[in-house]
């Protein structure tokens, strides 16, 4: 079974503050794919980045930053120099190359205040 | 990416009523889904739209009370039936494209409220 752990509910950082969203999952397949997603308080669901299992090569683009470990399963999401507008509802994916099942953790909150 | 549409964007409905929502992809899809998010939850997959054949329901979801169709490879529907207050959600299509690397875009949601 496939199973994805956001362990951090919610958390509060100040403007400016680097802040990072854990991320730990299970599978038994030997390939994969991880996905981040950003849900802001309008609702919809925002694409921001594609892991395929055998690509361990850390990712950054812009402030956002990633880092896929598979020796530990797992897939943080680090902000750097966080803004207001990040403030958001972030979820953590895993689908598996067979099904096409996109399986979500439970979403990790982060509020940024000014 | 794509351009995903939904409609409506929201809508509060009476219990024992129906409704339908649909969703339009301006792009060619490999894979179709809808999705659930009840308040304050996570995402749940309610099934799988086939293009032309039944949908294929996760565990806990029927047909009886979300059919679906998807009658071409951009556009299907899902029918919330027989509405009561717990079917209150937001309710997400989303897809995989044709092109691309296997990306997973979603609609911008249904904002369902069941009175």
């Known amino acids: 079974a496939q199973k994805v752990t956001q362990a951090q509910t919610e958390i509060s950082v100040v403007e400016k503050e680097d802040v990072t969203l854990d991320c730990v999952y299970e599978?038994?397949?030997?390939?994969?794919?991880l996905f981040w997603y950003k849900q802001p308080p309008s609702g919809e669901l925002v694409f921001l980045i594609r892991?395929?299992?055998?690509?361990?090569q850390n990712e950054i683009s812009g402030r956002y930053s990633w880092n896929f470990q598979k020796s530990t399963s797992s897939f943080n999401f680090t902000i750097t120099a966080s803004q207001v507008v990040d403030s958001a509802v972030y979820f953590c994916a895993l689908r598996n190359t067979g099904f096409q099942k996109l399986v979500f953790g439970t979403g990790t909150r982060l509020l940024v205040s000014p | 990416s794509a351009v995903i549409s939904q409609k409506p964007s929201r809508d509060i409905c009476q219990r024992g009523t129906s409704l339908t929502i649909q969703c339009q992809v301006d792009?060619?899809?490999?894979?179709m889904f809808w999705y659930r998010q009840q308040p304050g939850q996570s995402l749940t997959l309610i099934a799988t739209?086939?293009?032309?054949?039944?949908?294929?329901?996760e565990s806990g979801f029927v047909i009886d009370k979300f059919p679906i169709s998807r009658p071409n490879l951009t556009f299907s529907t899902l029918t919330v039936s027989n509405m009561s207050p717990e079917d209150s959600s937001i309710y997400l299509c989303?897809?995989?494209?044709?092109?691309?690397?296997?990306?997973?875009?979603f609609g911008p949601g249904t904002r369902l409220t069941v009175l």
């Open positions: 739209a086939n293009q032309g054949s039944e949908a294929t329901y």
């Open positions: 989303s897809v995989v494209l044709t092109s691309g690397m296997n990306e997973q875009f």
């Open positions: 792009s060619q899809v490999t894979m």
């Open positions: 892991r395929n299992s055998f690509d361990e």
């Open positions: 599978t038994r397949d030997t390939t994969y794919y």
